[in-house]
């Protein structure tokens, strides 16, 4: 076991875990943060897709001593100040089906939208490769993305 600080949704948690302890399991277990899913558990389904820095991480695999000193955010840190215009589309969207995936789904357009905020459909296509869903919602989740960049400011 070792002392690890990390940031989580701009507060700052010291944990006792073992150095291979997955961020997913120290979100989850440790800090109660039960909104990023377990899916696979192998970096194939990215329904454990958190953010470090503004980028889409997977959760499942990223050991807690790999963290450092980045910023992570999840899905509760996204929603922390009400509305955001992904979450937003997504409902007007009617996205969700089983609902499984879209943390990850969610959490990867919104990061590929603070890097890109007019993707074209490759962009988007490109970006959520990574996130499966076994519902096949993949054309609302394309225009949700395109609704939500509407309302993103550059």
Request: proline share 6%.
């Amino acid at each position: 076991m070792a002392e690890y600080t990390i940031t989580v949704n701009g507060r700052e948690h010291t944990l006792d875990a073992p150095p291979d302890m997955p961020l997913l399991w120290a979100l989850r277990d440790v800090l109660g943060l039960t909104g990023t899913k377990y899916g696979c558990g192998m970096e194939l389904c990215g329904a454990c897709t958190v953010h470090i820095d503004g980028k889409p991480v997977l959760s499942c695999r990223k050991a807690i001593s790999a963290v450092g000193a980045g910023e992570v955010r999840t899905i509760e840190g996204l929603a922390a100040e009400g509305a955001h215009p992904v979450l937003d589309a997504w409902i007007a969207e009617d996205v969700p089906q089983c609902g499984y995936c879209q943390v990850g789904q969610v959490m990867t357009a919104a990061a590929l939208l603070d890097e890109n905020p007019r993707p074209s459909d490759t962009d988007i296509d490109e970006a959520m490769v990574g996130v499966v869903c076994r519902c096949g919602t993949y054309d609302r989740v394309r225009k949700a993305i395109h609704r939500a960049a509407g309302s993103i400011e550059p």
